[in-house]
């Protein structure tokens, strides 16, 4: 049985799977739902699912703030199914994992359509483990750092509950992620839902939406097209970037280890926005200027991840550093904005 790593929640065995699933000349794969698969983090997850030829891919996604151009490379693949779905609608499909990270992610967009954003947060997390309870599927939910608000205890581990404006602009997000918590453990006590959380800090790298509005990708676009870099004031609120591939990895292994989480996954490196912007003008464009505007209300004012459970329950640690990262994504971005490198 699956734990926290600090105590067995759990008071009934899960549901039992797929009868196929024990059957003795079984021979096919892994069902394996992915909403939100059409996304930045989701479409890398995919790709990374997909490389095991056990596993076949089902994706759902909305295409909010997804593209199916981020899995043109699976169309057509007999192990990989797209379709278009809104998770605030129940969905039956047979599968044996499901990876829930439907959700706008970049506050622009969450906050956009608030009330949208708690639906697909709350309703969307229940239909999703109905339907884990349905099929008896282990479920993960992408959870995120803002959880715990702006926090009041640096770096933050698991057990930190959080300082969190239930009524703010981005509540809708953060509480919602934070109820869609709770569902997760309360289908899990009540249910015996197998679950998995995750905790995610900010995640970067290539397919970034070139508008998404998050600040790497505002700095690297903004360096490539010679804009100013715009730092939001004060400029010392701190944030930890993950590269997109150490984040899959971390999320792959939560789903196949025993721990329930809630687990942190992200790098502990932690930049100011200053100085993330200086590395941006460093490894892009060292022309580029650096401006500050305005700030939008409740931004957190720092946020580092302790990551001591991720590497002693799952033997995970991010590998990619921030000056390795971007231009990384820097080569992804010109070739999607068709500019390249001054000579
Ligand atoms: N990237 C990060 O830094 C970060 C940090 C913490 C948590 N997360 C979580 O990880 C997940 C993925 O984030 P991302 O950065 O890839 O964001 P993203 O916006 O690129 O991907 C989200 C995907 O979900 C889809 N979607 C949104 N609402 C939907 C709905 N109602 N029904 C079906 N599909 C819907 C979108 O179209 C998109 O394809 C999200 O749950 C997010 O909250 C991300
Ligand atoms: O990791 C997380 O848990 C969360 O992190 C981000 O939220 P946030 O950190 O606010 O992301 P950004 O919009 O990238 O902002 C980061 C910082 O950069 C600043 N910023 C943003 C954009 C910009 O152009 N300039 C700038 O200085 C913001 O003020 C903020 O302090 C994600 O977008 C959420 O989906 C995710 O859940």
Same mark, same amino acid.
């Given at each position: ?119 697909? *947060?709350? @309703? %969307? ?7 884990? /309870? $349905? &099929? ?28 969190? *404006?239930? @009524? %703010? ?7 919602? /992620? $934070? &109820? ?28 970034? *939406? ?134």
């Amino acid at each position: 049985m699956a734990s926290n790593g600090d105590s067995n929640a759990s008071a009934k065995p899960p549901p039992e799977p797929s009868p196929l699933r024990k059957a003795k000349f079984f021979q096919a794969n892994m069902r394996i739902l992915v909403t939100g698969g059409a996304g930045f983090i989701g479409s890398h997850l995919v790709d990374r699912l997909m490389q095991n030829e056990k596993n076949e891919v089902i994706v759902v996604d909305n295409y909010f703030t997804g593209s199916k151009d981020n899995l043109k490379q699976w169309f057509g693949h007999p192990r990989f199914e797209l379709i278009r779905h809104d998770v605030t609608e129940p969905l039956l499909v047979e599968v044996d994992q499901i990876y829930h990270l439907a959700c706008p992610a970049s506050p622009i967009f969450y906050k956009y359509n608030p009330v949208k954003t708690i639906k697909t *947060n709350v @309703i %969307g997390t229940l239909n999703m483990l109905g339907l884990a /309870k $349905r &099929v008896g599927a282990r479920i993960l939910l992408t959870s995120t750092s803002e959880v715990y608000g702006d926090p009041l205890v640096h770096p933050q581990d698991e057990s930190y509950w959080g300082n969190v *404006n239930p @009524i %703010g602009v981005r509540s809708c997000y953060d509480e919602g /992620k $934070r &109820v869609a918590e709770t569902l997760m453990f309360d289908y899990h006590r009540q249910h015996g839902i197998e679950i998995r959380i995750a905790r995610i800090f900010n995640t970067y790298g290539p397919r970034m *939406n070139i508008d998404d509005g998050r600040v790497v990708s505002n700095f690297i676009a903004q360096a490539i097209r010679d804009e100013p870099l715009t730092v939001q004031l004060p400029g010392t609120q701190t944030r930890s970037f993950c590269y997109v591939s150490d984040m899959v990895d971390g999320l792959i292994r939560l789903m196949e280890g025993d721990n329930t989480g809630p687990i942190n996954i992200g790098n502990p490196g932690e930049f100011t926005m200053l100085e993330l912007a200086e590395n941006v003008k460093e490894l892009i464009n060292p022309d580029v200027q650096i401006i500050t505007v305005e700030n939008t209300p409740d931004d957190p004012r720092q946020r580092k991840p302790d990551i001591t459970k991720a590497k002693s329950l799952l033997g995970w640690e991010p590998t990619i550093k921030l000056s390795d990262g971007i231009p990384l994504m820097e080569d992804d971005f010109r070739s999607r904005l068709g500019i390249s490198r001054k000579k």
